[in-house]
């Protein structure tokens, strides 16, 4: 058995580190590396070795290789999932190999290393791995994810297992489901913790200004560059950065952020020379992402690369049950412990109504009641629900009268356009989230309707 001479350094109560490698220098060099931070580490050079070392030992982290004598790197990281689940394991892969990384991270890898291994990746990818936090029981955090409903349990537990990974994130879910929210909290659960988390709306940006904003520019790169600045990779290092509604990124911008994901590294607008970020990747959209793959509209490689875990948030629509306690957490937050109750039909009323903004729309309509209800109670005429959708939408094609279909779609359409924009005080990149449209489609409405 190859085993490292840090074995015979006194370990006290140093962490312990199993690293899994077929070749003598990389052992070395990782040895090393661990040793300078205060760690011990044990090497072993095959699959069967590192299964005696586990059994016979415990370890606060494994970094493996992917490709050994006697097996691959998944065995061992399927094995200690089985076997050492609270150990965190992390790949070490060979260079521009990212079908390799992601089968990894899908297996249950904490990270990876791509060779040649950077000594300043592999420090800071120790450093977030002995962070982990425990997992005995759910965090305060959690329960702002306010429900017990199955589907709200499921997606907690979600949450507690994804924090523990560095894996990119893809979560999917209609406008208005709570997308940033479960972002912030794998974040807040997260090893990274600490570090910044950096929110994107990717259908806000400009297409001529989005290289810039993501990944900074150099003083004089273009007009009006007045100075240096970093872009959302740079803010977010050491951190998450949130990629929200994604699939509104154009195809160009896909390609450098694929790079940027896969090489770890960004070159400022006007810069020769890249610098590495160590950050997270969590993107959304309320969109069909695989459905934009296949229209050609989302790039296929990094579909892959983003997609490595899915968190689907479930619509409202899904969980009535949870009506109950979010009224009282979202009156709880208006109003303090003294505000006004509902009373029985009026949360009937609203388990009976589709909401097709879910737990925004929810919220937007209890800040209107408790505005505008007289008394400490709320009833249903305060909540102003639109009667032909309660119940799902059951009323389709009541009050068209004379109208022909296409007046009558256009004064729909107008009438949930001016609500959004309503409810969102006039901010049109809100009004096309709540709506579930891009900010583009809302431009093009907007202006067919003649909407000022």
């Keep these: 058995m190859s085993v490292s001479r840090s074995e015979r350094r006194p370990r006290g109560e140093l962490n312990r580190v199993l690293v899994i490698d077929d070749e003598a220098d ?30 016979a030992s415990s370890f606060q982290l494994c970094l493996t290789d ?29 260079w521009g190999s990212a079908e390799n990384a992601v089968a990894a991270l899908k297996a249950g ?48 537990e979600m949450i507690e297992k994804m924090a523990r990974s560095q894996a990119p994130i893809y979560i999917s879910g209609e406008s208005g489901s709570g997308k940033e929210l ?15 988390f950096v929110p994107v709306n990717c259908g806000a940006i400009p297409e001529n200004l989005m290289e810039s904003e993501f990944f900074g520019y150099r003083k004089g790169a273009f007009t009006g560059a007045d100075g240096d600045r970093d872009g959302f990779f740079q803010a977010a290092n050491g951190g998450t950065l949130f990629l929200d509604e994604v699939a509104d990124l154009p195809l160009a911008m ?34 069909n992402l695989r459905e934009c793959v296949d229209q050609g509209k989302f790039r296929q490689d990094l579909y892959y690369r983003l997609n490595v875990i899915e968190l689907r948030m479930p619509p409202l629509r899904e969980r009535m049950e949870d009506i109950a306690p979010l009224v009282d957490s979202i009156l709880n937050k208006l109003c303090g412990a003294a505000h006004p109750r509902l009373s029985a039909s009026a949360i009937k009323a609203l388990q009976l109504y589709s909401f097709p903004g879910n737990v925004r729309e929810l919220e937007n309509i209890l800040e209107r009641a408790t505005a505008l209800c007289v008394g400490d109670e709320i009833g249903p005429e305060d909540l102003h629900l639109e009667p032909e959708e309660i119940g ?20 729909l359409e107008r009438h949930a356009i001016l609500e959004a924009l309503q409810q969102t005080e006039g901010n049109r990149t809100a009004a096309a989230r709540l709506l579930g449209v891009t900010f583009r489609s809302l431009r093009y409405r907007l202006e067919r309707l003649g909407i000022e």
């Design 26 to 55: 990389i052992r070395e060099l990782i040895d090393l590396t661990l040793a300078r931070m205060g760690l011990a580490a044990e090497c072993a050079g095959s699959v069967a070795e590192a299964k005696a070392l586990l059994a």
């Design 66 to 94: 992917m490709r050994l004598p006697d097996g691959e790197g998944l065995e061992i990281v399927r094995y200690i999932g089985e076997h050492h689940p609270s150990l965190p394991v992390a790949v070490i892969t060979a």
């Design 109 to 156: 890898a904490f990270d990876y290393l791509a060779k040649p291994v950077g000594l300043e990746q592999l420090r800071a990818l120790v450093r977030s791995a002995l962070r982990l936090p425990s997992e005995s029981g759910q965090s305060d955090e959690l329960r702002a994810l306010t429900g017990d409903s199955p589907s709200m349990q499921q997606v907690r």
């Design 182 to 196: 479960a972002a912030r909290l794998i974040h807040a659960r997260s090893a990274r913790s600490s570090g910044p």
């Design 254 to 287: 896909q390609v450098k952020l694929l790079r940027a994901i896969q090489e770890k590294r960004v070159r400022k607008v006007g810069n020769v020379t890249e610098e590495p970020v160590d950050l997270r990747i969590i993107c959304a959209t309320h969109r």
């Design 392 to 411: 799902g939408g059951g009323g389709d094609g009541q009050g068209r009268g004379s109208e022909s279909l296409d007046e009558y779609l256009n004064r």
